[in-house]
């Protein structure tokens, strides 16, 4: 625990420095941390900004908004179609680093135009070990990632925000819809709903970290291991089988390992 603190004061004094902060702010685990944290530092110069986009459902928008009421935080929100980028659409294996280009070149004029110093965001150490080409747009752009200057880990980032009294301490993990989607194979506005339906589905039914992935017609379904059996049992399997198939899904299939983060990875080509 002391080490934690000692990360937690390294943060703090990171952000005390930086002076005033555009925070991109998504409503997830990360993020909501760093915000809580900049606005403990830094007060009424810190600004949150969040994407209105079809790549992330409404209730994480919505949980933003009421976040940043609650803790009387200068929220802007800006809309983005990410179908427009040039490439985007096609899905390639560096789609992550065409749409956080893009995204942060768009945060970056919003600082400018408010005169605040920097731009940060809430990537973390375990963001390090993963295939993620976003890390890329972001170093060129010069995003600050303060989680990872003061070498926080997920783990360590719950704790934090646990002890800080945040209710996104046990937050499942969120990634863009986009991400469900097979490299190489097209990304559509139709699809990122349907992917936002049959996720949603899921969790009505209780289930906490869930993930819908997409190969062609068929949905592949992650869950945590320990929830396998509730979603394998009859009842359960006859609900999503009829309503993902409504969806417009022709085959409908659990996948053994259970949730995993970046599992989509596995399908890029190098």
Known sequence: MEELQKKEQILQEYLKNL???????????????????????LGNKV?????????????ELNEAIEFCKKEKIKHIIVENNELEIEGFSSNPK???????KQLFEKI?????????????EGSNMDDIGD??????????????????????YKNE???????????????PSFACLASRIVYGEEISEKKLTTIDKAEQFLLDMGLNQVRVRIHKDI??????????????????????????????????????DGYRSGSMNLFKND
């Open 94 to 100: 560096n789609r992550c680093y065409l749409c956080k």
């Open 131 to 152: 295939y993620r080409p976003g890390l890329k747009a972001i170093a060129e752009l010069q995003i600050k990632s303060p989680l990872r200057y003061a070498n926080l």
């Open 157 to 171: 980032i719950r704790e934090l925000s646990k002890k800080l009294g945040l209710n996104t301490w046990n937050k």
């Open 47 to 59: 600004i949150a900004v969040t994407i209105k986009s079809n790549l992330f459902p409404d209730r």
């Open 19 to 41: 002076r005033s902060v555009l925070v991109a702010f998504s409503s997830g685990v990360d993020s909501t941390l760093l915000l809580k944290e900049a606005k403990q530092v």
């Open 219 to 256: 949905a592949r379904i992650e869950v945590l291991p320990n929830e396998i059996e509730k979603i394998a049992q009859k009842e359960n399997r006859e609900r999503i089988s009829k309503a993902f198939k409504e969806y417009g899904f022709s085959y409908i299939t659990l996948d053994l």
């Open 108 to 120: 970056k004029k919003v600082a400018e135009e408010m005169k605040i110093n920097e731009v940060i």
